[in-house]
T-cell receptor, first 114, second 115 residues
Framework: ELKVEQNPLFLSMQEGKNYTIYCNYS?????LYWYRQDPGKSLESLFV?????AVKQEGRLMASLDTKARLSTLHITAAVHDLSATYFC??????????????FGKGTHLIIQP | GAGVSQSPSNKVTEKGKDVELRCDPI?????LYWYRQSLGQGLEFLIY????????KSGLPSDRFSAERTGGSVSTLTIQRTQQEDSAVYLC?????????????FGEGSWLTVV
């Protein structure tokens, strides 16, 4: 069964600090996705990581993928309040065995305090 | 503008009633997904359509759930004899193709409450 685990699930941090969210998954996959969700809103695609060693950056967010370790990280640099949201990672293949859906982690609820 | 459009945005229904949720994918997107998001279960894959191929229904939780996609575009998710545990946000998503190298875009969701 495919499992996707994120940690931490809750994170409160101050503006200006750096932090990393971790996403571990239990199956071989070279495709990993990061999404952002604001309260009451839908999912916004942040990054699509398609190969081992992939690194993508957008503003203060940087995502990387290590397929050998089955680990992706989302690094936040010099956090600002606007980045407060819930962040999800997702991997190809859903837990029932089919490969057409994404299996999501439980999400990391991030609060950035001024 | 055209993002993924879902309707209704909110639906309150009585237990035992049937509900239909509609999804308009982004124009030109051949792949369409339904997901369910609830507090207890997080985000769950339900069903996947790719072009004219037979859908992957393997995520549907019971035979009360069904989905159609007409003309390769609009999709309807139907829940028969709703139960309280069906209360959740039902998210539709679409992508340019089924190759999974494409970004998957989500709609705003249909918030279903079964009372």
């Amino acid at each position: 069964e495919l499992k996707v685990e994120q940690n931490p699930l809750f994170l409160s941090m101050q503006e200006g600090k750096n932090y990393t969210i971790y996403c571990n998954y239990s199956t071989t996959s070279d495709r990993l996705y990061w999404y952002r969700q604001d309260p009451g809103k839908s999912l916004e695609s942040l990054f699509v990581l398609l190969s081992n060693g992939a690194v993508k950056q957008e503003g203060r967010l940087m995502a990387s993928l290590d397929t050998k370790a089955r680990l992706s990280t989302l690094h936040i640099t010099a956090a600002v309040h606007d980045l407060s949201a819930t962040y999800f990672c997702a991997v190809d293949g859903y837990s029932g065995g089919g490969a057409d859906g994404l299996t999501f982690g439980k999400g990391t609820h991030l609060i950035i305090q001024p | 503008g055209a993002g993924v459009s879902q309707s209704p945005s909110n639906k309150v229904t009585e237990k035992g009633k049937d509900v239909e949720l509609r999804c308009d994918p982004i124009s030109g997107h051949t792949a369409l997904y339904w997901y369910r998001q609830s507090l207890g279960q997080g985000l769950e894959f339900l069903i996947y359509f790719q072009g004219n191929s037979a859908p992957d229904k393997s995520g549907l939780p019971s035979d009360r759930f069904s989905a159609e996609r007409t003309g390769g575009s609009v999709s309807t998710l139907t829940i028969q004899r709703t139960q309280q545990e069906d209360s959740a946000v039902y998210l539709c998503a679409s992508s340019l193709g089924g190759g999974r190298r494409n970004t998957i875009y989500f709609g705003e969701g249909s918030w279903l409450t079964v009372v």
